[in-house]
């Protein structure tokens, strides 16, 4: 039998409150889920050592840094020479995500911000003539629809079905 540690109700609002800003005081979280600093505390690191929370982190807006073009590209990336191309994407620091997909033909797809679209351009093009790229299929994003991912609430959906 699993001895894997299992995540329960004040996990998932703890999450959930820290997802919505990292920067909660505990004493705050502790008052709003009726336990003490000190549960809090031990949750916390409970999480973080079972993996569950990777880190404390900020949200950026790009656009007030002056990064306001965003570009997928999924690409079509000849197996022998994927390695390479991992390696060259890891250095790209306009690549801001990258993974390995598969989406018919593609087996890539990167995301990519700049300043604008004449920028992206260049960044777009260099990626493009990286060796081993049979194939790319490019998308400038217009307009944001949606950013924030709700995570927990696809996790508590998914419980309620079960």
Known sequence: MSKE??????DLNLIRILEED???????????L???ETTVYLRVKKLTEM??????T????????????TTYILLKV???TLETLRR???????VVEAYEVFAGEYNM????????????????????????????LVAYNMKVIKSKPKLLDIIQIQASRK
Do not use: C, Y
């Open 5 to 10: 540690r299992v995540v329960d109700a004040m």
């Open 22 to 32: 990292s920067r909660t005081p505990w004493s705050r979280i502790a008052r709003k």
């Open 34 to 36: 009726g336990v003490s």
């Open 51 to 56: 993996g569950v929370l990777e880190g404390f």
């Open 58 to 69: 900020v949200k950026i807006n790009l656009a007030k840094l002056g990064l306001t073009s």
């Open 78 to 80: 000849r197996g022998d």
């Open 88 to 94: 060259l994407v890891e250095k790209e620091d306009h």
């Open 109 to 136: 797809l990167l995301k990519l911000v700049a300043r604008n679209q004449e920028e992206m351009a260049e960044h777009v093009d260099r990626i493009l003539s990286l060796p081993g790229i049979q194939g790319a």
